[in-house]
């Protein structure tokens, strides 16, 4: 078990207290997201997700940021607003943070320090730079909607690239894998 994971302090949308180990025991999927963003319409897969495996023991963290062209702009508030309204969603939303920078969360600070490397970076990347966009650090979170995969236990096994979807086989394969061990 990953303390230092599971001990991270967080808030919740709502203004709660809350940190990871309050999950202790599931498979997580936690992923920075913004309401602006090209990718946004991933929320939809991100909830269908979500509710066809949560009796499972998983969950999917939404943590909103506005690090990547001020694509997160609202107050939480609105961000439930706007995620309820034009996505349903029922995932847990934690408080806008930052992901990326000095001023970034221990949360992704643990998150990128574990798994430096995404799976399907590549092509994302690549993208980016088409439109004159490059991280200056390879293992900073590259855009929004980058996805870290939780064990049971704490350990984060997988990171996946932004356009990585929640029904690309890679991803589902992690997941499921991580499903069928036991707590």
């Keep these: ?12 949308n709502d203004g709660s207290a809350s940190r990871l180990g309050d999950y202790q025991g599931k498979v997580l999927l936690v992923v920075n997201v913004a309401s602006k963003c090209g990718l946004t319409p991933q929320y939809e897969g991100l909830e269908k997700l979500y ?3 949560k009796d499972q023991g ?5 943590f909103p940021a506005n690090n990547f062209r001020e694509q997160e702009p609202g ?3 609105e961000i439930v607003e706007f995620c309820s309204v034009n996505y349903d969603v029922h995932f847990p939303l934690f408080s806008k943070i930052s992901v990326v920078g000095a001023d ?5 600070t643990q998150l990128t320090g574990s798994q430096p490397e995404a799976i399907g970076d590549g ?11 490059e991280s200056a650090n390879t293992t ?4 929004n909607f980058e996805k870290f995969l939780i064990d049971r236990h704490g350990a984060v096994v997988a990171r996946f690239a932004p356009d ?7 991803l589902l394969d992690a997941i499921n894998t991580q499903l069928a061990k036991e707590a």
Excluded: C
């Design 58 to 62: 998983f969950e999917v963290l939404g």
């Design 123 to 133: 092509p994302f990347r690549e993208r980016l730079k088409g439109y004159g966009i």
């Design 104 to 108: 970034q969360h221990p949360l992704y």
């Design 51 to 53: 509710q066809s495996k």
């Design 164 to 170: 990585v979807t929640a029904d690309d086989p890679r």
């Design 1 to 12: 078990m990953n303390n230092s994971l599971y001990d991270i302090p967080l808030k919740k």
């Design 140 to 143: 900073d979170v590259l855009w």
């Design 75 to 77: 107050s939480d508030a």
